[in-house]
């Protein structure tokens, strides 16, 4: 069709402009432009305030049918530190992260590519999240990041080698380590699992039923942070189909989310979970394989006291791309404009 087809909403509609990336197959929805004022001097603040009072705008732009039951998205404010180059939080089907490594590896790209910061090579990013200060960088060939990193926040072991009935499952062995966010971890091979687009159903059914056990049977406590003392979702880890990597990664979060990537925050607590178990060692990098097969590197570079925790500082390191920019409308009159999820 040769004529060009346009449309401007009225002023009273609310307009919110996004950029759209995927990293290792992970989407990442990046609310640029439209936002209302989000109030707050620390970054969980501002989430905080985000929830309580602009929490229809995440509805609307991840659920139906503007998104869907496994999009996922993240915010990006000024800094709240001194020396910060910007801020974010995350947010999916039901609710907000703590961390997020997917998105931090995408925003790492898009602040380059995007000029939002002034970047030179070998510099580093400096971002305000959730959990603190995350450390980024990344390697740029002629104007465009080939891969980026991070360093986490510090990762941690809370619990290991414990436990818990499972109604519909029988009794299930995991860990539970902190990378950002607090995952549990089992076997997939103990649970008869195989982690690949078959068990994609089973794999979220029994995420959920094993993070419902757990959070029932186990205290979920950050040593110094009320907002991140929560069980964020359960890791499956098992044999990776390339014989070069160390192991596959499927993660399931909030309300039943499949992780398609290998999850950043992830295997920065893997990494924790492997170190306090003597299989990995300081400078060792290992690769892990997301449900689709694309990757994710770990290495830890130093460790530290944290609270009474031993903890790993990992660097995590991945590819993240663009995938399109859209401009979502609000119609006020329209029943469903804060959105709705059918599974």
């Known amino acids: 069709m040769s004529k060009s087809i346009s449309f401007t909403p009225p002023k009273e509609w609310l307009c919110i402009k996004t950029i759209e990336m995927h990293t290792g197959g992970e989407p990442l929805r990046i609310l640029t432009e439209g936002l209302p004022e989000i109030q707050g001097e620390t970054i969980l603040e501002k989430r905080r305030y985000f929830r309580d009072y602009l929490d ?38 039901e609710g907000y992260s703590t961390m997020c490594g997917h998105a931090t590896l995408a925003l790492t790209k898009l602040a380059i590519e995007t000029n939002l910061i002034d970047y030179q090579p070998g510099d580093y990013i400096k971002i305000d999240a959730p959990p603190g200060r995350l450390i980024a960088r990344a ?109 596959r990664n499927v993660c399931i979060f909030a309300d039943g989310e499949a992780d398609r990537s290998a999850t950043g925050s992830g295997v920065s607590a893997r990494a924790a979970l492997h170190y306090a178990k003597g299989e990995l060692g ?25 609270g009474r925790h031993k903890a790993v500082i990992p660097e995590v390191s991945g590819i993240a791309y663009f995938t399109g920019r859209s401009e979502f409308w609000f119609d006020p009159k329209d029943p469903l404009k804060k959105g709705f999820i059918l599974r």
Do not use: W
């Open 282 to 306: 300081l400078d060792e990098q290992i690769t892990i394989e997301s449900i689709l097969g694309t990757t994710m590197d770990v290495k830890i570079i130093s460790t530290e006291n944290y």
């Open 56 to 93: 229809y705008i995440r509805t609307g732009t991840m659920f139906e049918p503007r998104g869907h039951a496994d999009m996922y998205g993240a915010v990006i404010t000024e800094p709240v530190t001194p020396d910060g180059d910007f801020g974010t939080f995350f947010m999916h089907n």
């Open 139 to 247: 390697e740029v060939k002629e104007g465009r990041v080939v891969r980026s990193s991070f360093i986490n926040v510090p990762s941690f072991v809370l619990y290991i080698d414990e436990t818990v009935d499972v109604p519909g499952i029988g009794t299930v062995s995991f860990d539970v380590a902190y990378g950002g966010a607090f995952y549990a971890f089992c076997d997939a091979d103990a649970l008869g699992l195989t982690l690949d687009e078959r068990s994609y159903h089973l794999l979220i059914d029994y995420g959920k039923r094993i993070k419902k056990a757990v959070i029932d049977h186990f205290e979920i406590k950050h040593p110094f942070e009320e907002d991140l003392s929560f069980l964020y979702g359960v890791i499956f880890a098992g044999e990776a189909r390339n014989k070069t990597h160390h192991s």
